[in-house]
C-alpha cells in the first residue's frame, strides 16, 4: 500500500506541473509583444550521473559453515558461538585435529600445485565442470587438482543423511562427536583416500554419512559454506529438491579465499547396471541413469575406488559417463587401460616408472596391471613424466614399492 501511494503521489506532482505549464502559456493574450529572446552563454556542463556500485552480499548458510568451523578447529569460529568456558577443550581439539590434517595437506600440496599448473593444465581443459564418481565424501582432491571446475559431480555407495543438530549436542556429546570427527578423517589424512568398509564402522555416534566429512574438508581448505540443498534426481534426471535428510543427494556450494566457488553435487547410489550392497543397479533406477546422461561436457577423475569397474561388464553405463568426459585423470586403482587404448580418439600419459610384477595394496590385491604394462610395451611413445607427489594407495610406502603412479587419458 504505501508503494502504490508513492507512485500516485509522483504521478499528481506530473499532473499538476504540466496543468500549471498549459495555464501558463494561455493566460498571455494574442496582443502581447513577442517576448525577448537572450542568449544563454552560461557554460554548459554536462550532466555526471554517480553511481556507486553496491556493497556485495556475502552469502553464508551459518547453520552449516558454524559446523564446519567449529569441527575443523577454526579459532574464530569457536570464540564467536561457543560459550568461553568450554573455549579451552575446543582449543585443545583444533590443535589435535588441524595439526595432522594440515602437515599432510602441506605436504602434498605443493607438489600437486606445482604439477597441476605446468603439466596438467598444460594438457586438459580445466574450466570444466568434473565428474567424480566412486568419491565417497572426497573433496579435497577436486579442489587440489581441479579447482577451476565450477561443479563437481559425485556419486559413491556412502550415505548422505542430514547434519545433526550440534547446537543442542550436551558436553560429552561434543566430547564424543569430536573423537568421531578425528576418526573419520584417519584414512584420508594418513592415505589419502576414504574405505568404504571402515567408514561404516568408524562413523559413530551421528558423524553419519558424507555431510558431515563433505563441510568439515571444505573449510579446512578455506571455504565458507554458501548454500547447501538435498535432491533427488526425476524421470528428465533434473535435480528436485527435497526436504532436509530425506533424499538420497546432496549440494554443497563452497567459496574459497580466492574467491572461486565449487559446486559438490552428491549422489548416493550404486553406480553398476545390476544391484550392489542392497541398492537398486542403473538398469532398475532410470531417473538416475537420466541424471548421469545430464552430464554437462567435463573432465574425468576417478582415485582409489573400492568397486571400481575393472569388469566392465556390470559397470557399462558408469563407464561411459566417465568415458564421455574430454580428459581422465587416475590413479592405478582406476579403470583398466585396455578401455581406454580401444578408443583411439584419447592419448594416454603415464605418470611415472612401470615394472613387470607390480602388485597393489592388499585393499585391490584383485586388480592386476598386466594390461598396462603390455599397452606400455606395445606402445614406445607413451609419454612417462613423473609428478612431484604421491596420493592414493602410493603413499603406503612400506606396503608396495611403486611401480608406475597415475594415467592422464586426453582426447586428440
Known amino acids: 500500500m504505501r508503494k502504490s501511494s508513492i507512485i500516485w503521489s509522483l504521478l499528481s506532482g506530473i499532473i499538476f506541473f504540466a496543468c ?9 493574450s494574442p496582443d502581447s509583444p513577442a517576448p525577448v529572446e537572450t542568449k544563454d ?20 548458510d551459518t547453520f552449516y559453515d558454524n559446523f564446519a568451523g567449529l569441527y575443523v578447529g577454526d579459532t574464530n569460529t569457536i570464540k564467536a558461538i561457543i560459550d568461553s568456558a ?6 585443545e581439539y583444533s590443535k589435535k585435529f588441524r595439526e595432522e590434517f594440515v602437515r599432510n595437506d602441506n605436504a602434498l600440496r605443493q607438489g600437486v600445485d606445482r604439477w597441476r599448473d605446468s603439466v596438467l593444465n598444460s594438457k586438459i581443459d580445466e574450466s570444466l565442470d568434473l565428474v567424480y564418481l566412486f568419491s565417497g565424501p572426497d573433496v579435497l582432491y577436486p579442489r587440489l587438482f581441479f579447482p577451476d571446475a565450477s561443479n563437481v559431480y559425485m556419486c559413491a555407495l556412502e550415505p548422505v543423511n542430514a547434519l545433526p543438530d550440534y547446537t543442542s549436542f550436551s558436553a560429552n556429546k561434543v566430547a564424543q562427536y569430536q573423537q568421531d570427527i578425528k576418526a573419520a578423517f584417519e584414512n584420508i589424512v594418513g592415505d589419502s583416500y576414504y574405505i568404504t568398509s571402515y567408514m561404516s564402522s568408524e562413523l559413530r555416534s551421528d558423524v553419519e554419512g558424507v555431510l558431515p566429512m563433505m563441510l568439515v574438508t571444505a573449510k579446512i581448505k578455506g571455504g565458507t559454506i554458501e548454500e547447501v540443498f538435498f535432491f533427488e534426481p526425476d524421470k528428465e534426471g533434473a535435480m528436485d529438491t527435497i526436504e532436509n535428510g530425506k533424499a538420497n543427494g546432496v549440494s554443497i556450494r563452497v567459496r574459497y579465499p580466492d574467491n572461486k566457488v565449487q559446486q559438490y553435487i552428491y549422489y548416493s547410489g550404486n553406480i553398476g547396471n545390476e544391484e550392489y550392497a542392497g541398492k537398486a543397479g ?11 546422461e545430464n552430464f554437462p561436457v567435463h573432465n574425468s577423475f576417478i582415485k582409489a ?9 556390470g559397470f557399462s553405463i558408469a563407464v561411459d559417463a566417465i568415458y564421455d568426459g574430454e580428459a581422465i585423470f587416475q590413479d592405478p586403482t582406476g579403470i583398466k587401460c585396455s578401455m581406454a587404448s580401444r578408443d583411439t580418439s584419447h592419448t594416454m600419459y603415464v605418470m611415472g ?6 602388485k597393489p595394496l592388499h585393499h585391490f590385491e584383485w586388480i592386476t596391471f598386466d594390461c598396462l604394462i603390455s599397452y606400455f610395451r606395445n606402445n614406445k611413445d607413451l609419454i612417462l613424466e613423473e609428478p612431484p607427489f604421491k596420493f592414493g594407495y602410493q603413499k603406503r610406502q612400506k606396503e608396495c614399492a611403486p611401480c608406475f603412479n597415475y594415467q592422464l587419458i586426453v582426447k586428440n
Open 305 to 313: 575406488a573400492s568397486y571400481i569397474p575393472h569388469n566392465t561388464r
Open 353 to 358: 616408472t612401470m615394472k613387470n610384477g607390480c
Open 20 to 28: 500549471s505549464a498549459k495555464e501558463s502559456q494561455t493566460a498571455s
Open 41 to 60: 552563454t552560461t557554460p554548459v556542463v554536462p550532466d555526471t550521473e554517480i553511481i556507486q556500485e553496491p556493497t556485495p552480499v556475502r552469502i553464508v
Open 282 to 292: 542403473l538398469k532398475a533406477n532410470p531417473n538416475l541413469r537420466a541424471y548421469f
Open 86 to 91: 568450554a573455549w579451552p577443550s575446543w582449543m
